[in-house]
C-alpha cells in the first residue's frame, strides 16, 4: 500500500518496515554495548512508542526492566499546564534510565517526561526515539542519545503514531502529503 487516506488527508509510504527494522537493529546493538552490565530500565511513553519499544527490546541482549509511562495534562491553578506522569509502577532509585519515544517534534513532552523522573533520583537518562524533527525543537537537550530517522517538519503516522486515533496499528510510516490540487 503506497498511499492511503484518513478523513480526506492524504499519506504516501515513506519508511518501510524493513528499513524501520534494520535501524532499529543498529539501535539495539548500540545500546546493549553501552548498556551492558548496568541493567537499564527503559521507560515507554505511551501511547505512540508501543511498537517501537515491543520491536526494540527484541534486539537489545543485555539484562534490563521495562516499563511504560503515561503524561497526563491538566490545568493548574495558575492556569498553567501541569504535566503529571503516571504509571512508573516501580522504584527508580539509582537506576540507569532510557526514555523510549515515538516521536520528538518541539521537545516539550519530553522535556516534562525528564524532569519527572529526575526528581526520582534516577543515576542517568538517555534517550531513545524512533522519530526526530531537528528543525521543529524548542529545547537543547543533551541526552538524547538514539535517534532512528531524523525527518523534516512533516505529519506522520503508522507504527504507532496515530491521525486521530486512526492508523497506530500500520507496520509501515506514511507522511501528510497535500491533496491533489491543494
Ligand atoms: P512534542 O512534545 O515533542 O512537540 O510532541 C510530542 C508528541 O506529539 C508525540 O509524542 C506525538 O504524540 C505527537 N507528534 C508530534 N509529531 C507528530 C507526527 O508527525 N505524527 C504524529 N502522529 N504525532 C506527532
Ligand atoms: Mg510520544
Known amino acids: 500500500m503506497k498511499h492511503i487516506q484518513i478523513d480526506h488527508l492524504n499519506f504516501e509510504l515513506f519508511i518501510d518496515y524493513e528499513q524501520i527494522k534494520k535501524r532499529i537493529r543498529?539501535?539495539?546493538i548500540d545500546i546493549s554495548?553501552?548498556?551492558?552490565?548496568?541493567?537499564?530500565?527503559?521507560?515507554?511513553?505511551?501511547?505512540?512508542?508501543?511498537?517501537?519499544?515491543a520491536d526494540l527490546m527484541k534486539q537489545v541482549h543485555v539484562p534490563c526492566e521495562?516499563?511504560?509511562?503515561?503524561?497526563?495534562?491538566?490545568?493548574?491553578?495558575?492556569?498553567?499546564?501541569?504535566?503529571?506522569?503516571?504509571?512508573?509502577?516501580?522504584?527508580l532509585t539509582g537506576r540507569e534510565i532510557i526514555i523510549v519515544e515515538d516521536i520528538i517534534d518541539s521537545g516539550n513532552s519530553l522535556q516534562?517526561?525528564?524532569?519527572?523522573?529526575?526528581?526520582?533520583?534516577?543515576?542517568s537518562i538517555a534517550v531513545c526515539s524512533l522519530l526526530m524533527k531537528p528543525d521543529c525543537l524548542q529545547h537543547a537537550f543533551d541526552n538524547i542519545t538514539y535517534v532512528g530517522f531524523e525527518i523534516e517538519k512533516e505529519f506522520v503516522v503508522g507504527y504507532g503514531l496515530d491521525y486521530n486515533g486512526q492508523c497506530r496499528n500500520l507496520p509501515d510510516i506514511y507522511k501528510n502529503i497535500p491533496a491533489v490540487g491543494e
Open 26 to 28: 543498529l539501535m539495539g
Open 112 to 123: 516534562h517526561t525528564i524532569a519527572a523522573l529526575e526528581k526520582l533520583n534516577v543515576a
Open 33 to 53: 554495548v553501552k548498556y551492558a552490565d548496568k541493567n537499564p530500565v527503559f521507560v515507554g511513553v505511551l501511547n505512540g512508542c508501543f511498537m517501537f519499544m
Open 66 to 91: 521495562v516499563s511504560f509511562v503515561k503524561l497526563a495534562s491538566y490545568q493548574g491553578t495558575q492556569q498553567d499546564q501541569i504535566q503529571e506522569l503516571l504509571g512508573v509502577g516501580m522504584d
